[in-house]
Protein backbone atom coordinates (compact mmCIF):
# COMPACT_ATOMS: atom_id res chain seq x y z
CA UNK A 1 0.00 0.00 0.00
CA UNK A 2 1.86 3.16 -1.31
CA UNK A 3 1.58 6.12 -2.47
CA UNK A 4 3.34 7.87 -5.50
CA UNK A 5 2.73 10.66 -7.44
CA UNK A 6 -0.71 11.59 -6.30
CA UNK A 7 -1.97 7.74 -6.65
CA UNK A 8 -2.11 4.90 -3.89
CA UNK A 9 -2.47 1.24 -4.17
CA UNK A 10 -4.83 -1.12 -1.86
CA UNK A 11 -4.84 -5.16 -2.25
CA UNK A 12 -7.51 -6.50 -4.01
CA UNK A 13 -8.19 -8.47 -1.11
CA UNK A 14 -9.74 -5.99 1.12
CA UNK A 15 -13.15 -7.02 -1.10
CA UNK A 16 -13.52 -9.89 0.98
CA UNK A 17 -14.04 -8.06 4.30
CA UNK A 18 -17.17 -6.86 3.48
CA UNK A 19 -17.04 -3.41 4.07
CA UNK A 20 -20.06 -1.06 3.60
CA UNK A 21 -19.18 2.17 1.71
CA UNK A 22 -18.68 4.67 4.57
CA UNK A 23 -15.73 1.82 6.07
CA UNK A 24 -14.58 1.43 2.65
CA UNK A 25 -13.82 5.31 2.06
CA UNK A 26 -12.64 5.75 5.65
CA UNK A 27 -10.02 2.79 5.27
CA UNK A 28 -9.05 4.24 1.33
CA UNK A 29 -8.72 7.73 3.03
CA UNK A 30 -6.34 6.10 5.77
CA UNK A 31 -4.24 4.10 2.83
CA UNK A 32 -3.96 7.25 1.31
CA UNK A 33 -2.39 9.31 4.12
CA UNK A 34 0.39 6.44 5.34
CA UNK A 35 4.11 6.77 4.37
CA UNK A 36 6.51 3.77 3.99
CA UNK A 37 5.72 2.50 7.58
CA UNK A 38 2.20 1.97 7.24
CA UNK A 39 1.31 4.59 9.62
CA UNK A 40 -1.15 8.42 9.53
CA UNK A 41 -1.56 10.59 12.29
CA UNK A 42 -5.43 12.26 10.77
CA UNK A 43 -7.87 13.42 12.97
CA UNK A 44 -11.53 12.56 13.51
CA UNK A 45 -12.88 15.62 11.84
CA UNK A 46 -9.99 15.74 9.33
CA UNK A 47 -10.73 11.93 8.22
CA UNK A 48 -14.64 13.66 8.45
CA UNK A 49 -14.21 16.03 6.58
CA UNK A 50 -11.93 14.25 4.09
CA UNK A 51 -15.09 11.99 3.28
CA UNK A 52 -17.71 14.02 3.60
CA UNK A 53 -18.97 12.20 7.23
CA UNK A 54 -20.01 13.88 10.41
CA UNK A 55 -17.19 13.42 12.73
CA UNK A 56 -19.10 11.42 14.78
CA UNK A 57 -19.56 8.78 12.21
CA UNK A 58 -15.59 8.55 11.55
CA UNK A 59 -15.03 8.22 15.25
CA UNK A 60 -17.85 4.93 14.91
CA UNK A 61 -16.22 4.05 11.22
CA UNK A 62 -12.64 3.60 12.90
CA UNK A 63 -14.08 1.31 15.54
CA UNK A 64 -15.46 -0.68 13.08
CA UNK A 65 -12.47 -1.14 11.53
CA UNK A 66 -10.67 -2.00 14.90
CA UNK A 67 -13.48 -5.14 15.64
CA UNK A 68 -12.05 -5.75 11.71
CA UNK A 69 -8.65 -5.74 12.70
CA UNK A 70 -7.59 -3.75 9.53
CA UNK A 71 -6.24 -1.40 11.66
CA UNK A 72 -5.09 -0.24 14.92
CA UNK A 73 -5.27 3.14 16.22
CA UNK A 74 -2.82 4.51 19.26
CA UNK A 75 -3.54 7.30 21.72
CA UNK A 76 -0.66 9.91 21.47
CA UNK A 77 0.54 13.11 23.08
CA UNK A 78 2.54 16.12 22.67
CA UNK A 79 3.88 18.66 25.08
CA UNK A 80 2.50 22.15 24.05
CA UNK A 81 4.98 25.53 24.42
CA UNK A 82 3.97 25.69 28.30
CA UNK A 83 5.27 22.23 28.63
CA UNK A 84 1.79 20.77 29.12
CA UNK A 85 0.87 17.46 27.96
CA UNK A 86 -2.19 17.33 25.46
CA UNK A 87 -3.99 14.40 23.44
CA UNK A 88 -2.78 14.56 19.62
CA UNK A 89 -4.11 12.97 17.18
CA UNK A 90 -4.78 9.30 16.68
CA UNK A 91 -1.93 7.10 15.57
CA UNK A 92 -3.43 4.89 13.03
CA UNK A 93 -1.69 1.46 12.00
CA UNK A 94 -2.89 0.02 8.66
CA UNK A 95 -2.72 -3.95 8.86
CA UNK A 96 -1.53 -6.28 6.83
CA UNK A 97 -4.46 -7.67 5.09
CA UNK A 98 -2.82 -11.36 4.43
CA UNK A 99 -1.99 -11.81 7.81
CA UNK A 100 -6.18 -11.59 8.73
CA UNK A 101 -7.93 -14.79 9.25
CA UNK A 102 -11.35 -14.41 7.83
CA UNK A 103 -13.75 -13.88 10.14
CA UNK A 104 -17.70 -15.03 11.14
CA UNK A 105 -20.49 -13.57 9.87
CA UNK A 106 -21.29 -12.22 13.37
CA UNK A 107 -18.03 -10.06 13.00
CA UNK A 108 -18.96 -8.99 9.44
CA UNK A 109 -22.07 -7.46 10.39
CA UNK A 110 -22.41 -3.41 9.40
CA UNK A 111 -21.56 -1.06 11.79
CA UNK A 112 -22.06 2.07 9.55
Not at 9 to 26: A, D
Not at 27 to 35: D, E
Request: aromatic share 10%; with cysteine.
Amino acid sequence: MTSRGGYYRMPHRIFQFRLTPVQFTVYSYLVSCTGQKEVCWPSYQTIANACCISRNTAIRTIEALQRKRLIEKSRTTSRNIHGRVRTSSNEHQINDLSAIEYWSTEDTKAVI
